[in-house]
């Protein structure tokens, strides 16, 4: 299934999608019912203090957001999902949390009808202590290092493939699929749980948790040395490509539709590139969502990439045709994320 914009609204295109800068909303009116495999995206945060990248009130974040879920329901196919990434903020003047991202849950799926395939937690060791006054100053509360990020679906069978994201064995397990009788019996645990013999087979890797420790410490990137040889500021909340690889490899397969509806510098569209998935990013800053095409000039010289920008920021649509070469896996195994280690990626 192709589909038709508006040259008005196009940033840029490559092989596989099309960046656009609009309401998201808006956008997802446009698109046919059940047409879309993976919505995965990032909003801006409920946070007191206002960002450059503009951010909603606490006090009506809820329902702001809860336009963009009605909107995502009804372009979802039954199989789809949609994973929403969301930081949690304190209430003013109180080292007392806000409930704002819990309320986002509960309104998801009591009002507008999604169900929560599982929730999982997005740990980034490399942030830095906040809030200030309560951790740095006060030191009433320990840091802050941890988001909510929602898998919601639109019926309870989504599509979902726990073996593409799987990770590697630990030290410990490695010795013991080499010789099982020699560790273990087959026998029923006291919680109840039932270990079989089938436990002591290699599958090819172990299944992750629903805690995904991926630091956030991109300072040498290609989109943040073009920013810099272009003197533009990037954007100030990009998440690392780890956290969109997990999810699209586990939710989707190649040439199933990606959609990004608050895609500040593209890293969702970037990786579903390089992964082979059709994906549509929706940016309303025409600034970030211009400047997020050099994602897709590695390789080019510099002349070239500041007359590619000069164009966009111009209004021209550009056709972009990066080079793709398919992605390592990226999680970190059990023993790495003990220690604090993140694996390399292709995304660096």
């Not at 937690?121 to 006054?133: D, H, T, V």
């Not at 190649?254 to 082979?276: C, H, K, M, R, W």
Request: aromatic content about 10%.
């Amino acid at each position: 299934m192709s589909f038709s914009f508006s040259e008005d609204i196009q940033v840029y295109r490559t092989p596989h999608g099309t960046q656009l800068c609009a309401d998201s909303r808006e956008v997802l009116k446009t698109l046919p019912e059940a047409s879309v495999d993976l919505i995965l995206t990032s909003p801006p945060f409920a946070l007191l203090r206002q960002k450059a990248y503009g951010n909603e009130d606490q006090a009506d974040y809820v329902a702001w957001l809860g336009d963009f879920g009605a909107a995502v329901h009804r372009v979802l196919k039954p199989t789809g999902s949609f994973v929403l990434d969301l930081g949690g903020a304190y209430q003013r003047g109180k080292p007392v949390r806000s409930l704002y991202n819990f309320r986002v849950l509960l309104d998801f799926c009591d009002r507008l009808g999604y169900y929560l395939a599982e929730e999982f937690f997005w740990y980034n060791p490399a942030k830095l202590p906040s809030p200030i006054e309560w951790v740095n100053k006060r030191k009433l509360r320990a840091k802050d290092a941890v988001n909510t990020v929602w898998w919601f679906s639109k019926t309870e069978q989504p599509k979902a493939d726990v073996t593409q994201v799987l990770v590697p064995y630990s030290e410990r397990m490695k010795i013991l699929l080499k010789n099982p009788s020699k560790f273990y019996r087959p026998k029923e645990r006291p919680s109840g749980h039932e270990i079989a013999e089938a436990f002591g087979r290699a599958n090819g890797g172990a299944i992750p948790s629903n805690l995904l420790q991926i630091p956030n410490t991109d300072s040498n990137s290609h989109y943040l040395r073009a920013c810099k040889l272009l003197s533009q500021d990037s954007h100030p909340a990009r998440f690392p490509a780890e956290l969109p690889e997990f999810f699209i490899r586990f939710l989707t397969e190649p040439g199933d539709l990606v959609v990004d509806i608050f895609s500040g510098s593209n890293t969702t569209g970037y990786v579903a590139e390089q992964l082979g998935r059709r994906w549509i990013s929706i940016e309303l800053d025409r600034g970030y969502a211009a400047l997020s095409a050099v994602r897709f000039m590695e390789g080019q010289t510099e002349a070239a990439i500041r007359s590619m920008c000069e164009d966009l920021r111009g209004g021209q649509v550009l056709t972009l045709a990066p080079p793709i070469s398919k992605p390592k896996k990226t999680i970190p195994s059990e023993e790495e994320s003990a220690r604090g280690i993140s694996q390399g990626s292709l995304f660096s």
